[in-house]
């Protein structure tokens, strides 16, 4: 199957969920990058960073238009960063909309054969295995869960999986990469985790101590990238060296493991506890119960090699959660402001002197419709 | 991207990878054994959320008690257990709450010259019951699942001990000791011939008799929402205490000699009459030494 896909140079990329963290810590760190030479990003909401060069497009949640900005842009490369794998943020028909219907459309959009799309890359979670009691140790990319998924937000990631996977068997010249990211952790991102491991203590279920295992935000960046500049066909684990148990993770946060939810009708509990603020998604209560493991060896024999291990993302997340009450009254939060960011881009005014971004390759950009909704 | 089931999908997964592989597989040649993330020494609990520490303290404590006085252990052929490489290391099982892991466990790090650490694998069970969810893996207990198998026995090249009776062999009763159970459906040899790991039979006796079962409850089992609920001289009505209380029977542990795998052919595993066969002999053998042992103690209590 590898053989027979061509080598992608990828230089016309298009990220979708450019507003969603991953979307724009990837086009930031795509603008570093010289051999990238046009960066379109789609969203439905304003873009919450900072941005040198990449366009944005306000686009619909079902990405209904989005055809016409590949052909118009002549993209080679998408990457899908828009999956929601968190269901504390997203009521679940939101989310549904999003991770199913938003990846028909894109999936759609990037189908055919005069299409230019070269290279597909679909961010996923490890949520996808699931969470259960006959799980193996370490889940391993060809292996399927045991029981069919429980929760909305499981359903979804499989049914997203499968329109990807539909696609990459239709269009075999085609480079699909799928990415299944464990539980992420870092200094800058808010998850149910992040904000679980942030309490004064680290909740558990009363009996169980369950094995974590996370990628640190700077890798699962990292990782995206590779897949843009090498060819990464397949389906590939992304997580950190090292399987903890919740108690080492605990012990490096510097923090007691308080098993306040009951090892019988965890739900029931989970529920008041919602209430009073301490927001634990059924996903995490599974997690909670059995752990996962990953096995990482199919992304490293490909040759990435995540920077931190997973009690190296924990130590360095419990490194942020000191200094953060220094930090957070010192940032300014960004706002996207369109015309403040057109004038710095198209206004003759503004010096760019030798920015990558500097000359803006002409056309394209009008076609491109930037108040399509 | 097919995405077959596990089984499917490492035997067609193998046949990709000894069919001459292309483009990016050929080009890097991976060993999944050079890619295992090592242990950082600032861990205390491995991957697999084995403690040495609770495993430590517990063998200094209420392991060496057992295994010294209690039921004073004596083994014979611990030279049948190799010093390096994967080893599957097969037993029958006995007693409510088994005693025999881990005297297995204890037996190999006390006499083998290697000191080599046993895993031993055991019902996805304990992985979902409070309190044994948390303490099983610590002290090297492994879900038996295929795949973890595999990884220990051919990734980690470690011992995994495994029992084919499975509950069928801890659920008898008294007047059934010593008549070893059906092996499960051979999975345990077909393990073994993927990782080309030796398979070393063990026979142990004394454990039938440190924790018989003299009758199973079905609606207590129901109740708790354990694997099963025995009536044994000490169970329920001492209570959590009556689990842990052993009549002190006098255990023997003999290694056999090891059952190679790794000379059957090109995928053996493949030929089910075959992983049957080998199955069959291994439990032939242990069910042999089992009469010899039995035939040759002359107390239950004294050896």
Redesign the interface.
């Known amino acids: ?3 027979a ?1 061509p080598r992608v140079e990828s230089r016309r990329v298009l990220v979708t969920g450019l507003s969603t963290y991953w979307g724009g810590r990837l086009a930031q760190e795509l603008e570093r990058d010289p051999a990238v030479e046009t960066i379109v990003g789609v969203d439905a909401r304003d873009p919450r960073c900072e941005l040198e060069r990449t366009e944005f497009v306000r686009i619909g949640i079902q990405h209904a238009l989005i055809r016409r900005i590949i052909d118009a842009a002549e993209i080679d490369t998408v990457i899908d960063t828009r999956l929601v794998v968190d269901s504390i943020w997203t009521p679940a028909r939101a989310a549904h909309e999003n991770n199913v219907i938003g990846t028909m459309n894109i999936v759609a959009a990037c189908d055919g054969r005069d299409s230019p799309v070269r290279k597909l890359v679909f961010k996923s979670s490890a949520h996808y295995y699931g969470c259960e ?6 889940f ?1 990319e ?3 869960r045991p029981h069919p998924p429980g929760t909305p937000i499981e359903r979804d990631i499989v049914e997203a999986e499968g329109t990807v ?1 539909d696609f ?2 239709r269009n075999r010249d085609k480079t ?1 990469t ?1 990415l299944r990211f464990a539980n992420a952790l870092g200094p800058t991102l808010t998850t149910s985790h992040t904000r679980l491991l942030s309490l004064p203590a680290v909740p558990a ?5 369950p ?1 974590y295992q996370f990628i640190h935000e700077d890798d699962i960046v990292g990782v995206l990238h590779s897949a843009v500049r090498e ?1 990464l ?3 590939y684990n992304g997580a950190a ?5 919740l ?2 993770v605990a012990g490096l946060l510097g923090k007691p493991l308080a098993p306040v939810l009951p ?2 009708g965890t739900g029931l509990v989970a529920g008041p506890l919602n209430r009073l603020g301490l927001r634990i998604p059924v996903e995490m209560l599974n997690q909670l ?3 996962r ?1 990953l ?4 992304l ?4 990435f090699q995540p920077r931190y ?1 997973t ?1 190296e993302a924990v130590l360095d997340f419990a490194e942020h959660l000191r200094t953060r009450p220094l930090r957070e009254s010192a940032r300014e939060p960004y706002r996207y402001e369109r015309e403040v960011e057109e004038f710095l881009r198209w206004s003759p005014s503004v010096r760019r002197p030798g920015a990558p971004g500097g000359e803006r390759p002409p056309g394209g950009e009008s076609k491109a419709q930037p108040h399509a909704t | ?1 097919v ?4 089984e499917q ?2 035997a ?2 193998e046949e990709v990878l000894s069919a001459a592989p ?4 050929a080009r ?1 040649e ?1 060993d ?1 054994r050079e ?6 020494p ?4 491995t ?3 084995r ?1 040495e520490r609770v495993e430590g303290f517990l063998d200094r404590t209420l392991v060496e008690f057992f295994y010294r006085y209690w039921f004073r252990v004596e083994v014979e052929g611990i030279e049948h257990v190799p010093g390096d490489g994967g080893a599957l290391l097969v037993s029958n099982h006995a007693g409510a709450l088994p005693p025999d892991g881990s005297m297995i466990q204890r037996a190999v790090r006390e006499e083998h010259p290697r000191r080599r650490p046993v895993h031993l694998t055991v019902e ?2 304990f ?8 303490l099983v ?2 002290v090297g207990g ?2 038996a ?4 198998v595999h ?1 220990l026995l051919h990734d980690e090249e470690q011992l995994v001990l495994v029992f084919p009776e499975g509950r069928k062999g801890t659920e008898k009763l008294v007047n059934a000791r010593y008549r070893v159970r059906r092996f499960g459906r051979g999975g345990f040899v077909e393990s073994a011939m993927r990782a080309r790991a030796p398979i070393v039979p063990i026979a142990v006796v004394g454990a039938e008799e440190a924790m018989p079962a003299f009758a199973q409850l079905r609606a207590l089992r129901r109740l708790t929402g354990l694997l099963y609920f025995p009536i044994t001289p000490t169970f329920p009505h001492l209570g959590v205490l009556g689990m842990l209380a052993y009549l002190p029977a006098k255990f023997r542990i003999r290694f056999l000699t090891p059952v190679r795998t790794d000379d059957l052919g090109e995928r053996p595993w493949r030929d089910r009459a075959l992983v049957h066969d080998v199955a069959a002999e291994v439990r032939a053998t242990i069910q042999d030494n089992l009469y010899d042992m039995v035939g040759k103690r002359r107390s239950v209590w004294l050896g």
């Open positions: 199957m590898s053989a896909v009691r006959d799980d193996p140790a370490f391993s060809d292996m399927l996977r990459a068997e699909v799928v279920i009363l009996g169980f101590d094995r060819d066909h397949g389906i060296d090292g399987v903890l148990a108690s080492e090892p019988w119960r059995y752990g493991g096995d990482n060896r199919k490293k024999a490909a040759g291990t009690r | 991207m995405e077959p089931t596990t999908g490492r067609e997964l292309a483009g990016a597989l890097r991976p999944p890619l295992l993330p090592g242990l950082e600032e861990r205390r609990v991957d697999w959320g403690s996805h069970f992985k979902g019951y409070p309190g044994l969810a948390m893996p610590k492994v879900p699942h295929p795949a973890n990884r």
